[in-house]
C-alpha cells in the first residue's frame, strides 16, 4: 500500500480545459485538481464524454495549442510543466512520463514495425545505437508478455492482435522505464481474458518498476482491482474522489452510487435488466451552471441549480448539497447495502 507521506509526484491544481467553437470557447475541464504520489495508482473514472482523456492529454501537452486554452497549475517533480515549450515537454513524455493510448491501432504507425517503432522512442530519448535499442525493443516485448519476441519485433501493427498491439504500446510507454504511466482506457477494446492479462502486467509493471499510474477507465470493476485513489469525473469536473475502499464502502455522490449500482451483483438471484443512469450526459456547451449532474439525479433540488459546495467526510470530498445527516438514508435508496462490500 502507497504511503501518502511519499513525495508527490504529479500535482494538478484548477485545470481548466476549453476549445474554440464557431460559438466561441467550449468549456470541456472545470476546475479539476489532483495529486499523485510516487508509486501511487490513481483512477480517474466516470461515463465517456466526461472529460478524462482531455484532462490527461492537456496536461501533457498533447492538444492543439492554437485552438484550446488550458489554464491551472500543473507540477512534475516539483516542476511547472503547463507553460514549457513543446520541445522541452517532448523530452518529459516518452522519458518520464508514459503514455498508453486508448486504441492502439491507431497509437502505432500502420508503415513501420513494432520493434522500429520502440526503437525509435528509446533513440529519441537516450544515447544508445540502432543495435542496441533493437535489442532493448525485443527485451520490452518479452517482458510485456509476448510469447515469442524476436519474431514479434518484426511484424506490422495489422499483422498483431488487438491484445498484442496493446501489449506492443504498454512496451513502448515503458521503453525508457517512466516513473509515471498514464494509462487511457488500457482494457477498452479487448476481450475479457486479454484485459485481465493487461491489469495483470500494469500491477507487475508497478511492482518492478515502482511507476505510479494514472489509470482513466469508465469500469468500476477494474478501478476496485487496482486503484489505491479514485477521482469520480463527471460533466468536466471531480465531483468526488477518496481512497479506493472509502468510495466503494460509503461513496458520497449521487453519480457514484450510480455508477455503482451498474456493477453486476455476483451473489444473490441473477439480475434480467441491469440498473443504469437515467438519461445522457451533457454536452460541454450544455453543462448547468450548477450541479452537473442535477438534471440526471433523483435526489435534485432547487439549490442545485447553484455551484456545489465540497462536503469532505474523512479522506473524502465531493461536491454536492447532500449533507451527513441525509446521505446514508439516499444512499440506501440508490444502492441497498448489500451492494456495498
Not at 468549456?27 to 473514472?45: K, M, P
Not at 543495435?131 to 520490452?140: D, Q, Y
Not at 457514484?256 to 451498474?262: D, I
Request: glycine residues 8%.
Amino acid at each position: 500500500m502507497v504511503q501518502q507521506d511519499k513525495p508527490i509526484l504529479l500535482d494538478v491544481a484548477g485545470l481548466s480545459v476549453s476549445f474554440a467553437s464557431d460559438r466561441g470557447l467550449v468549456q470541456a475541464v472545470r476546475d479539476v485538481s489532483f495529486r499523485v504520489h510516487e508509486g501511487e495508482i490513481l483512477s480517474i473514472v466516470g461515463e465517456s464524454g466526461s472529460g478524462k482523456s482531455v484532462t490527461l492529454l492537456s496536461l501533457l501537452g498533447l492538444h492543439d495549442r492554437k485552438a484550446t486554452r488550458v489554464e491551472g497549475s500543473v507540477s512534475f517533480r516539483g516542476k511547472p510543466i503547463l507553460d514549457l515549450p513543446a520541445s522541452q515537454m517532448r523530452a518529459i513524455r516518452g522519458r518520464e512520463i508514459g503514455l498508453i493510448s486508448q486504441d492502439p491501432m491507431t497509437a502505432l504507425t500502420p508503415v513501420y514495425t513494432i520493434g522500429w517503432q520502440i526503437a525509435e522512442q528509446i533513440r529519441a530519448h537516450e544515447n544508445i545505437s540502432a543495435r542496441a535499442a533493437h535489442r532493448r525493443a525485443i527485451e520490452l516485448l518479452g517482458e510485456v508478455g509476448l510469447s515469442n519476441p524476436g519474431e514479434a519485433v518484426d511484424r506490422y501493427p495489422h499483422q498483431l492482435s488487438g491484445g498484442m498491439r496493446q501489449r506492443a504500446v504498454i512496451a513502448m510507454a515503458l521503453s525508457c522505464n517512466p516513473v509515471l504511466l498514464v494509462a487511457d482506457e488500457p482494457t477498452t477494446a479487448l476481450d475479457v481474458t486479454v484485459q485481465a492479462q493487461v491489469i495483470d502486467l500494469l500491477l507487475r509493471l508497478r511492482k518492478d518498476f515502482g511507476s505510479a499510474i494514472i489509470l482513466i477507465t469508465h469500469d468500476m470493476g477494474v478501478v476496485a482491482e487496482v486503484a489505491e485513489q479514485v477521482a469520480v469525473m463527471y460533466a468536466g469536473r471531480i465531483v468526488e474522489r477518496g481512497r479506493t475502499e472509502e468510495i466503494f464502502s460509503a461513496p458520497l455522490h449521487p453519480y457514484t452510487w450510480g455508477l455503482m449500482a451498474s456493477i453486476p451483483p455476483l451473489t444473490g438471484p441473477r439480475l434480467t435488466k441491469l440498473r443504469s443512469i437515467p438519461g445522457m450526459p451533457p454536452t460541454p456547451e450544455t453543462v448547468p451552471d450548477g450541479c452537473g449532474f442535477a438534471p440526471r439525479c433523483a435526489f435534485a433540488r432547487p439549490i442545485c441549480a447553484e455551484r456545489p459546495p465540497l462536503q469532505k467526510v474523512g479522506g473524502q470530498a465531493a461536491l454536492c448539497v447532500i449533507d451527513d445527516a441525509e446521505r446514508p438514508a439516499l444512499r440506501r435508496a440508490a444502492l441497498p447495502q448489500e451492494e456495498l462490500a
